[in-house]
């Protein structure tokens, strides 16, 4: 389900609010998971590199260590991508976050007077602009 299908299906000011809440916790989560696979790309890339420079010095094979090598540099370019989706993440974050802030300035005084009027609230349609 995509997030404007998941918007659309909102027909409340407490069912958005509930919906914003958890995508912006989504993007959250699925940038720190970006995050960590980089730093373990990056970590391995450096391992690589290691071992190859390793092999170079005990004389292997210069087809092996070369293997090595375009092994730790195809990791890091892995990384340096990974650190672009985690920058696109951090700033779909940060909208997130944004859009939860103003929906929740914007309409959080009508719900909560909504919720505390001693009023029963007419049906929608009475409230709707002709």
Do not use: C
């Amino acid at each position: 389900m995509s997030v404007t299908e998941s918007l659309k299906d909102a027909a409340n000011y407490a069912v958005l609010r509930t919906k914003l809440a958890w995508l912006t916790h989504q993007v959250h989560v699925h940038g720190e998971t970006v995050t960590k696979l980089a730093a373990d790309v990056d970590e391995t890339a450096e391992q690589m590199q290691d071992a190859s420079e390793t092999m170079k010095a005990l004389a292997v094979d210069d087809a092996t260590t070369a293997e090595f090598a375009d092994a730790a540099v195809t990791m890091t370019s892995a990384k340096e991508a990974a650190g672009e989706y985690t920058a696109a993440a951090d700033s779909a974050a940060a909208a997130a976050d944004d859009a939860k802030t103003t929906v929740e300035s914007d309409h959080g005084g009508i719900a909560d007077a909504v919720d505390t009027s001693p009023v029963e609230m007419a049906e929608a349609a009475f409230y709707a602009q002709q």
